[in-house]
Nanobody
Framework: EVQLVESGGGLVQAGGSLRLSCAAS????????IGWFRQAPGKEREGVSC????????YYADSVKGRFTISSDNAKNTVYLQMNSLKPEDTAVYYC?????????????????WGQGTQVTVSS
């Protein structure tokens, strides 16, 4: 059974940091890319960042570039999202998702598996 389990969300003041984790199981981790997405109340889902578990290549949305860092620990089948200099507009439910590396991928709707999400709230 494929599982993606996010953790690490919480309440933080503006300017603070959080590290989200996405623990994956049930598929060959090295054959997938993992993406982080977020959705704020009343807004559409937004792609944040993604990483290839095969070669470590990364991509960031402009809104988080320079503040967020995605990384992967293949030995633990876990992807992390280090979020620094958090802003109130970063408040959202954050989801991780997995997509096979057999095709092209980005931060769109191509992801096959999704986690349940973790809440991040940034107070001003």
């Amino acid at each position: 059974e494929v599982q993606l389990v996010e953790s690490g969300g919480g309440l933080v003041q503006a300017g603070g940091s959080l590290r989200l984790s996405c623990a994956a199981s049930g598929f060959t981790f090295d054959d997938y890319a993992i993406g982080w997405f977020r959705q704020a109340p009343g807004k559409e889902r937004e792609g944040v960042s993604c990483i290839s578990s095969s070669d470590g290549s990364t991509y960031y949305a402009d809104s988080v570039k320079g503040r967020f860092t995605i990384s992967s620990d293949n030995a633990k089948n876990t992807v992390y999202l280090q979020m620094n200099s958090l802003k109130p507009e970063d408040t959202a439910v954050y989801y991780c998702a997995a997509v096979g590396l057999s095709g092209s991928y980005g931060l769109g709707d191509e992801y096959d598996y999704w986690g349940q999400g973790t809440q991040v709230t940034v107070s001003s």
